[in-house]
């Protein structure tokens, strides 16, 4: 029942995000893809999982493995169907013309062509100005740059001038579509999934008459630790080891979800400015499905490793990420001034693919061996629910991590921004102006143009100096260097981790009960 209401909650979260999205009501996003995709997310996520623990007792780090493989193998698959969705679904914007800002105005055989005239509105938006010869006055208008075209894949659009509200992303279309499917395939999905019966043990094959003693204390064994475990409350209230471990899955989960919320976007930003023609918009859309493989392979490679290897030595393994994540700024600036030279070293951007895939299956095995290391340190019974409680440190991690981590970035491009106009200040005062309508000491105008995407690293580079260096690869540092800090807390707390005499807090437990 829970992975059937889990199938039509992730449904209902991506065709309401569609409909918010189509709409440009963020109320619905929130309510869809927050709300409503948050339940759906973990009720599809649990299920399966505690239901292949108790039908495999004696390879717990197997069976999560197994089921969580397909968590992150979808993460694999789906980035090429919405790349083809969003494709089949987009429509062009409509183009105004160009302007100063993107080559208008130039001589084409003794001609000057005529560019299109911007007037900078009180919100920071632009619009046609009343005296541009090209485009209807008044049209609300966005500024693309060859850097933004470059990132839209599917459009052979080109730099200029494009009227808002003309288009499509295509983005809501496909996201109905996938609302349609998936939750098409988890109702179908969830009507055969079943858990064992309280006394059911796993069959073992028996060679001989002597083997059958063997086997019935094996069973009784298997039988045994799928109902002993100390209560959820209890974990969470009177032991070290879980505070330790909730630590351990939030730190790399926050260090994972850096990496994974920004790798396309520095692959995008640094490296496809490094190397246009290998890394195009199809390149990019292979790196991210390139990155659900890894999670896929770490999620089931891991867990099964787990099973020898033990469950807290695999999470310091873990560990390993360290020094990819906190050396990726470094890697970054290496492509950055090889990049300056008019060479093209592929070896940052080898070392930057590898690294953040290997680092991705990190962060998958973190979340599938995790439940064979809670049954591992608390016992099998209520394994399902200090998941549950577990995970509020991926939930954490998911809300508290990126907000804190944009935090950092937003602080570093405002820095960046502000190296930019003075730079563009001593090469052409009258640029900035021209361009956008402000001057170089009006803050409060160039924070509003900065709040509404109008004024943006990007298009202060059309008017920087050539030898000025491009900021993008520096905007990344913090971040990072914050996300490796935050593994090194979660491979110390997992150092930390002690194991738990069963038998004995339970008969505390129980001498506790009997007194109260």
Same mark, same amino acid.
């Given at each position: 029942?829970?992975?059937?209401?889990?199938?039509?909650?992730?449904?209902?979260?991506?065709?309401?995000?569609?409909?918010?999205?189509? $709409?440009? $009501?963020?109320?619905?996003?929130?309510?869809?893809?927050?709300?409503?995709?948050?339940?759906?997310?973990?009720?599809?996520?649990?299920?399966?999982?505690?239901?292949?623990?108790?039908?495999?007792?004696?390879?717990?780090?197997?069976?999560?493995?197994?089921?969580?493989?397909?968590?992150?193998?979808?993460?694999?698959?789906?980035?090429?169907?919405?790349?083809?969705?969003?494709?089949?679904?987009?429509?062009?914007?409509?183009?105004?013309?160009?302007?100063?800002?993107?080559?208008?105005?130039?001589?084409?055989?003794?001609? $000057?062509?005529?560019?299109?005239?911007?007037?900078?509105?009180?919100?920071? %938006?632009?619009?046609?100005?009343?005296?541009?010869?090209?485009?209807?006055?008044? $049209?609300?208008?966005?500024?693309?740059?060859?850097?933004?075209? *470059?990132?839209?894949?599917?459009?052979?659009?080109?730099?200029?001038?494009?009227?808002?509200?003309?288009?499509?992303?295509?983005?809501?279309?496909?996201?109905?579509?996938?609302?349609?499917?998936?939750?098409?395939?988890? *109702?179908?999905? %969830?009507?055969?999934?079943?858990?064992?019966?309280?006394?059911?043990?796993?069959?073992?094959?028996?060679?001989?008459?002597?083997?059958?003693?063997?086997?019935?204390?094996?069973?009784?064994? %298997?039988?045994?630790?799928?109902?002993?475990?100390?209560?959820?409350?209890?974990?969470?209230?009177?032991?070290?080891?879980?505070?330790?471990?909730?630590?351990?899955?939030?730190?790399?989960?926050?260090?994972?979800?850096?990496?994974?919320?920004?790798?396309?976007?520095?692959?995008?930003?640094?490296?496809?400015?490094?190397?246009?023609?290998?890394?195009?918009?199809?390149?990019?859309?292979?790196?991210?499905?390139?990155?659900?493989?890894?999670?896929?392979?770490?999620?089931?490679?891991?867990?099964?490793?787990?099973?020898?290897?033990?469950?807290?030595?695999?999470? !310091?393994?873990?560990?390993?990420?360290?020094?990819?994540?906190?050396?990726?700024?470094?890697?970054?600036?290496? !492509?950055?001034?090889?990049?300056?030279?008019?060479?093209?070293?592929?070896?940052?951007?080898?070392?930057?693919?590898?690294?953040?895939?290997?680092?991705?299956?990190?962060?998958?095995?973190?979340?599938?061996?995790?439940?064979?290391?809670?049954?591992?340190?608390?016992?099998?019974?209520?394994?399902?629910?200090?998941?549950?409680?577990?995970?509020?440190?991926?939930?954490?991690?998911?809300?508290?991590?990126?907000?804190?981590?944009?935090?950092?970035?937003?602080?570093?491009?405002?820095?960046?921004?502000?190296?930019?106009?003075?730079?563009?200040?001593?090469?052409?005062?009258?640029?900035?102006?021209? %361009?956008?309508?402000?001057?170089?000491?009006?803050?409060?105008?160039?924070?509003?143009?900065?709040? !509404?995407?109008?004024?943006?690293?990007?298009?202060?580079?059309?008017? *920087?100096?050539?030898?000025?260096?491009?900021?993008?690869?520096?905007?990344?540092?913090?971040?990072?260097?914050?996300?490796?800090?935050?593994?090194?807390?979660?491979?110390?707390?997992?150092?930390?981790?002690?194991?738990?005499?069963?038998?004995?807090?339970?008969?505390?437990?129980?001498?506790?009960?009997?007194?109260?």
């Amino acid at each position: 029942m829970s992975g059937l209401l889990g199938s039509a909650c992730w449904s209902g979260a991506l065709l309401t995000t569609a409909a918010g999205i189509e $709409t440009h $009501t963020l109320p619905l996003v929130y309510l869809g893809y927050g709300f409503l995709g948050g339940v759906g997310w973990g009720l599809m996520y649990l299920t399966p999982v505690t239901a292949a623990m108790k039908w495999f007792p004696d390879k717990r780090g197997l069976a999560t493995g197994i089921a969580l493989s397909a968590f992150g193998a979808g993460a694999a698959f789906a980035p090429s169907v919405i790349h083809v969705l969003v494709d089949h679904f987009a429509v062009a914007p409509e183009f105004v013309g160009d302007c100063l800002l993107t080559g208008g105005g130039d001589e084409v055989e003794g001609v $000057t062509k005529a560019f299109v005239e911007l007037t900078t509105l009180d919100d920071g %938006s632009q619009v046609v100005a009343n005296t541009s010869l090209v485009g209807e006055p008044g $049209t609300p208008v966005v500024v693309a740059t060859e850097a933004d075209v *470059a990132k839209i894949s599917g459009m052979s659009n080109c730099p200029g001038v494009y009227a808002i509200g003309t288009g499509d992303t295509g983005v809501s279309k496909a996201m109905a579509v996938l609302g349609v499917i998936y939750g098409g395939l988890g *109702a179908i999905a %969830s009507r055969f999934m079943k858990i064992p019966h309280p006394q059911w043990t796993p069959e073992r094959a028996v060679t001989d008459g002597s083997a059958h003693d063997g086997k019935e204390e094996a069973d009784a064994n %298997s039988n045994e630790a799928n109902n002993i475990g100390l209560p959820a409350s209890y974990v969470t209230t009177n032991t070290m080891q879980f505070p330790l471990l909730w630590l351990a899955v939030f730190g790399n989960a926050t260090g994972g979800l850096a990496l994974l919320s920004s790798s396309k976007v520095m692959l995008t930003d640094i490296f496809a400015g490094v190397s246009p023609d290998i890394v195009t918009p199809a390149f990019s859309t292979g790196y991210v499905s390139a990155l659900g493989v890894g999670m896929a392979l770490g999620r089931f490679g891991w867990s099964a490793i787990s099973d020898v290897l033990g469950r807290q030595n695999t999470y !310091a393994v873990f560990g390993l990420g360290i020094p990819i994540v906190g050396l990726t700024p470094y890697l970054c600036h290496m !492509a950055s001034g090889a990049g300056a030279g008019g060479e093209v070293d592929m070896w940052p951007l080898m070392a930057f693919y590898s690294g953040s895939v290997l680092t991705i299956t990190f962060y998958g095995g973190v979340f599938s061996v995790l439940p064979a290391y809670i049954a591992d340190l608390f016992g099998q019974k209520h394994a399902g629910a200090i998941h549950g409680k577990a995970l509020t440190a991926w939930a954490l991690s998911a809300v508290a991590g990126p907000m804190g981590l944009a935090y950092l970035r937003s602080h570093s491009y405002k820095s960046a921004v502000e190296d930019l106009l003075q730079a563009i200040d001593r090469h052409d005062a009258s640029a900035l102006e021209r %361009s956008f309508g402000v001057s170089i000491n009006d803050d409060v105008g160039i924070q509003k143009l900065m709040n !509404a995407k109008t004024l943006t690293i990007e298009k202060l580079m059309e008017l *920087a100096p050539e030898d000025f260096v491009d900021p993008s690869p520096y905007l990344y540092n913090t971040t990072l260097y914050a996300a490796a800090g935050l593994m090194s807390v979660a491979f110390l707390s997992n150092l930390a981790i002690r194991p738990l005499d069963l038998n004995k807090e339970l008969k505390q437990l129980e001498r506790g009960s009997v007194r109260s």
